[in-house]
């Protein structure tokens, strides 16, 4: 995510130079080779010294120490923004770690990514078309909001801004609750003594379905921890519509079978597709 940020400001002709820190050496230089950083600093605090942009993208259990490790160095004026997929838990590191310099502080969430990650699959294209939320904090300074709209905006995104709390409910989902779907159900199947023998004969529809199951542990772990009261709501809904196909199977219902496709199926036709991203 952040790679691909770099690429994209540098194609659009936003920055003059782009410096990052990773903990890899190896991903340091992958970023260096591959003309995402025009620098790599060995520290937070020196990647972050001097910038007028700061972009921090760290799984979302890592947002604290992050931003606790730059904020001695904050230029005054500098835009600080995230790509965290949860923000109530992103705002509360905020305030935690960064003080009155909580301002400067514009959480956002890109709606875009890969099942892959690191730097070797940063793609100055991901943003192109993709939808923005920001999550402006209580202290947050418009002006810093004014100012990640209009880079966002200028990368080719639609920005919307919404509450930290509106943002995780809608994204456990519309987001989380199908990955964990995807995980959940390739567990499903890998775990019968004939798992392999079934996914050897899967085609299109699972594939497109499963293909979120290949993303990340670590991020989605976090992501599930930090959101898990949003998360649980929105499986209780499932599990009762699971439920309803149960018991309609049980009763040899094929009426209410049709019945709950149609719903379905009817309210999947009337959605207005958003353009095409990965999430």
């Known amino acids: 995510m952040g790679g691909s940020f770099a690429l994209a400001l540098k194609r659009a002709g936003l920055v003059r130079r782009v410096v990052g820190f990773s903990?890899?050496?190896?991903?340091?230089?992958?970023?260096?080779?591959?003309?995402?950083?025009?620098?790599?600093l060995p520290s937070i605090a020196d990647a972050a010294r001097g910038c007028d942009l700061l972009l921090v993208a760290v799984p979302v259990a890592a947002t604290e120490a992050s931003l606790a490790a730059l904020r001695a160095v904050l230029e005054p004026g500098a835009l600080l923004m995230d790509v965290g997929s949860t923000k109530r838990d992103v705002v509360q590191a905020a305030e935690i770690a960064l003080g009155d310099q909580i301002t400067q502080f514009v959480p956002a969430h890109p709606i875009a990514g890969k099942e892959v990650a690191g730097v070797a699959h940063a793609d100055a294209d991901l943003y192109q078309g993709c939808q923005v939320i920001l999550t402006p904090t209580a202290a947050t300074d418009p002006a810093q909001t004014a100012r990640a709209q209009a880079l966002w905006s200028a990368l080719g995104c639609r920005v919307r801004t919404m509450s930290a709390l509106a943002h995780d409910s809608a994204f456990a989902a519309v987001s989380h609750l199908p990955h964990m779907l995807a995980f959940a159900a390739m567990n499903a199947l890998t775990a019968q003594t004939e798992g392999a023998d079934f996914l050897a004969l899967a085609g299109p529809g699972f594939r497109d379905f499963s293909r979120i199951a290949a993303s990340d542990p670590a991020v989605w772990r976090d992501i599930f921890m930090a959101n898990q009261d949003q998360l649980l709501v929105q499986s209780a809904h499932l599990r009762q519509s699971l439920l309803a196909f149960e018991a309609a199977l049980r009763a040899n219902d094929a009426a209410t079978v049709q019945s709950l496709i149609s719903q379905a199926s009817a309210a999947r036709a009337a959605w207005p597709l958003p353009p095409a991203t990965t999430i």
Not at 23 to 40: C, F, I, K, M, N
């Open 23 to 40: 903990p890899s050496d190896t991903t340091r230089q992958r970023a260096l080779d591959r003309g995402v950083l025009d620098a790599a």
